[in-house]
């Protein structure tokens, strides 16, 4: 019965998925999504209900000063990893692009300091350049097909402060092997980009998920001079 519901999920997300692609909106199925899984976390195939255990890994190996910082989480999905960065001191901004998963956070979590927004990783706010102490990718740049990597990647690096640290947890495939999603695995040629655009890698943990191959990468941005361009002009 159990692998039957899961069955049916899959068939939806495959379904939505690829009648959004078609569109040319691969952002275009989350909010269907989310909104038909109705409240009942069961249909969102990657919520955890909790915070992402690398990410809680991450928080007690390499414990920082949170006091005074900031933390921007991109897709934030039902919000426990933005609720436990809150938790241990940061001023946290969390952005979906689904409605129905930014009232699902402000539901689940009603005294929350997170603020939670309705945002577009492909429309940013140009204020945040360059704004945020810790900006954190769970997933989310796995979730959107090849074509639009490159711009997903460079709007969430331009978010880093200088100084600033990105961490990111994402499926991750070897440079020759072909992605097929969703999610599409990243590549390190595909992450390399986020080193053009100045952000210097820390340290990295591989780790198997479900069978599958996941990194965890924390970059830090040394670059001691702001991004003199928008979210939507080419880095040089
Ligand atoms: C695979 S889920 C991961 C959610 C969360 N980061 C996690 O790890 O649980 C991908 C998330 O990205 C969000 N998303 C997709 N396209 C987006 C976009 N263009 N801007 C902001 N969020 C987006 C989806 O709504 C969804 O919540």
């Known amino acids: 019965?159990?692998?039957?519901?899961?069955?049916?999920?899959?068939?939806?997300?495959?379904?939505?998925?690829?009648?959004?692609?078609?569109?040319?909106?691969?952002?275009?199925w989350f909010e269907p999504l989310y909104a038909e899984a109705g409240g009942d976390s069961?249909?969102?195939?990657?919520?955890?209900?909790?915070?992402?255990?690398?990410?809680?890994?991450?928080?007690?190996?390499?414990?920082?000063?949170?006091?005074?910082?900031?933390?921007?989480v991109t897709g934030c999905g039902l919000g426990d990893d933005a609720e436990i960065l809150a938790s241990i001191g940061y001023r946290v901004t969390a952005f979906d692009i689904s409605s129905s998963a930014i009232a699902w956070c402000k539901k689940r979590f009603p005294e929350?300091?997170?603020?939670?927004?309705?945002?577009?990783?492909?429309?940013?706010?140009?204020d945040w350049q360059n704004k945020f102490d810790l900006v954190y990718e769970c997933r989310n740049i796995q979730a959107l097909p090849l074509n639009v990597r490159s711009q997903v990647i460079k709007a969430i690096a331009l978010t880093v402060a200088i100084k600033g640290t990105l961490l990111i947890i994402t499926r991750h495939r070897d440079n020759d092997t072909i992605a097929d999603g969703p999610p599409w695995a990243l590549s390190d040629q595909e992450l390399a980009q986020f080193v053009?655009?100045?952000?210097?890698?820390?340290?990295?943990?591989r780790f198997i998920e479900s069978g599958i191959q996941q990194?965890?990468?924390?970059?830090?941005q040394l670059r001691d001079i702001p991004y003199l361009l928008d979210f939507g002009q080419t880095a040089k």
């Open 1 to 28: 019965m159990f692998e039957e519901q899961a069955k049916t999920l899959r068939d939806r997300v495959a379904s939505l998925s690829q009648e959004a692609i078609a569109k040319k909106n691969p952002s275009g």
């Open 196 to 205: 053009n655009l100045g952000l210097s890698e820390i340290r990295r943990d």
């Open 215 to 220: 990194h965890r990468i924390e970059y830090s």
């Open 112 to 126: 929350s300091t997170v603020d939670y927004q309705v945002g577009d990783l492909f429309a940013l706010n140009s």
């Open 42 to 72: 069961e249909q969102v195939p990657w919520a955890k209900n909790q915070a992402h255990p690398y990410l809680q890994d991450w928080l007690a190996k390499y414990p920082s000063q949170t006091k005074g910082k900031s933390a921007l």
